[in-house]
């Protein structure tokens, strides 16, 4: 197999893995209890806390352990809409994941009022655009870092300044930044960050969202006193300690994950575009992540592209995992290129570290084969 779709989810560590074994096995006390065997489990949970924590420059204080980013990216919006109940106006963009765009269009339904940014061709947005967007209703912007399907950046640094002299509050969907590119609060005034592990080789079912210091912020999920009382439920200790494990792995990886990955990605780009007609890129070739290409094979649905590729063994995909059973085109490159078929007609590749030149000359060799079939 090759697998070749990263920022849909990535294997596990070893090294996460063995993190997590004793609280999968011997040490599955519940961290809340108040004798040891389960209170001495609640230091792991700080633990990883701080692992989290440092992986983008934030205080352990400012992370809430959430079960997925979706739930991060909800309660980040719903917290903003709980501290100012008279401001009813969201902005976001046409782009974002299905988490943040499903949850806006069932706030709509209450009578809430969500602005979509546009993009242009290269899935970039102007910042005039947020500029007039944002008005006395606004009650938070909510704006990705990296498009998950193109891998376009977002000035994630202009858009928080923007914010922040306009007393906005900014949530960013930070999920495809972590472990990709270097990621600091300290420098970026943002108010609220989502992540989750399994984009960074944690397991699924875990997620964090920074909320700055004094930031407002109250439950989604009300329970118990668990993780201060911002988000009840029994901590999964192992997916916890998961979660910061990688944490600590991605940070301590970063410095060469661009040096090794987008080598392999720009082979990859460059080998279909130049040999396989009727191809194009799709995204900003600069602003974009290290490891994602996504391109557009002119004349041949999505779908029957991916099937001949998983038969060859490739992993690909045309878009979010999370949407990958319906066969609605990309909102994504619809929003890029509204005019052409390219949303029905896209593959995107994410590529990890793991990956290796063998495995891009494969795949080349491997496109070229089944589009001159589909074309035939
Ligand atoms: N945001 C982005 C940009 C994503 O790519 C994803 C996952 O595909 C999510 C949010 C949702 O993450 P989770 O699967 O943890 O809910």
Redesign the pocket.
């Known amino acids: 197999m090759i697998y070749l779709d990263h920022?849909?989810?990535t294997p596990v560590l070893p090294e996460v893995l063995e993190a997590m074994m004793p609280y999968l096995t011997t040490e599955w006390g519940n961290p809340s209890s108040a004798y040891k065997f389960g209170a001495k489990v609640k230091s792991v949970i700080e633990t990883a806390r701080e692992q989290v924590a440092a992986l983008i420059g934030a205080h352990p204080l400012e992370i809430i352990f959430t079960?997925?980013?979706?739930?991060?990216?909800n309660a980040a919006i719903h917290a903003t809409l709980k501290a100012n109940p008279n401001k009813r106006h969201i902005v976001t963009s046409a782009v974002?994941?299905?988490?943040?765009l499903n949850y806006c269009m069932a706030l709509e339904k209450e009578g809430y009022r969500v602005t979509y940014l546009p993009v242009d061709h290269d899935g970039l947005l102007k910042l005039a655009d947020l500029e007039n967007a944002i008005g006395d209703e606004t009650s938070v912007v909510s704006l990705?870092?990296?498009?998950?399907?193109t891998g376009v950046l977002f000035p994630v640094k202009e858009i928080a300044e923007i914010c922040r002299s306009r007393g906005v509050p900014y949530h960013c969907?930070?999920?495809?930044a972590a472990g990709k590119i270097e990621m600091d609060v300290r420098k970026l005034p943002v108010d609220y960050l989502?992540l989750?592990?399994?984009?960074f080789h944690a397991p699924?079912?875990?997620?964090a969202l920074y909320v700055r210091r004094k930031t407002p912020f109250s439950p989604l999920i009300h329970g118990g006193h668990q993780e201060r009382n911002l988000r009840g439920g029994t901590e999964s200790v192992p997916l916890i300690v998961g979660i910061g494990k990688a944490a600590e792995a991605a940070r301590r990886h970063s410095p060469d994950y661009e040096k090794k990955v987008r080598p392999l990605r720009d082979n990859l780009e460059e080998g279909m575009l130049s040999s396989i007609p009727n191809t194009e890129l799709n995204g900003h070739k600069t602003q974009r992540l290290a490891n994602t290409t996504n391109i557009t094979f002119h004349g041949i649905e999505s779908e029957a592209l991916l099937i001949l590729l998983d038969q060859e063994g490739i992993c690909a995909s045309s878009g979010?995992?999370?949407l990958a059973d319906s066969d609605e085109p990309s909102h994504v490159i619809k929003a890029m290129k509204p005019a052409s078929a390219a949303s029905r007609q896209m593959i995107r590749f994410s590529l990890g570290k793991a990956n290796s030149a063998a495995d891009i000359k494969a795949t080349v060799t491997a496109v070229q084969r089944v589009t001159e079939l589909l074309r035939a």
């Open positions: 920022n849909a989810t079960s997925c980013a979706t739930e991060s990216n974002e994941h299905s988490s943040v990705m870092w990296a498009n998950n399907e969907d930070a999920v495809q989502s989750t592990g399994h984009k699924k079912g875990i997620g979010s995992a999370c």
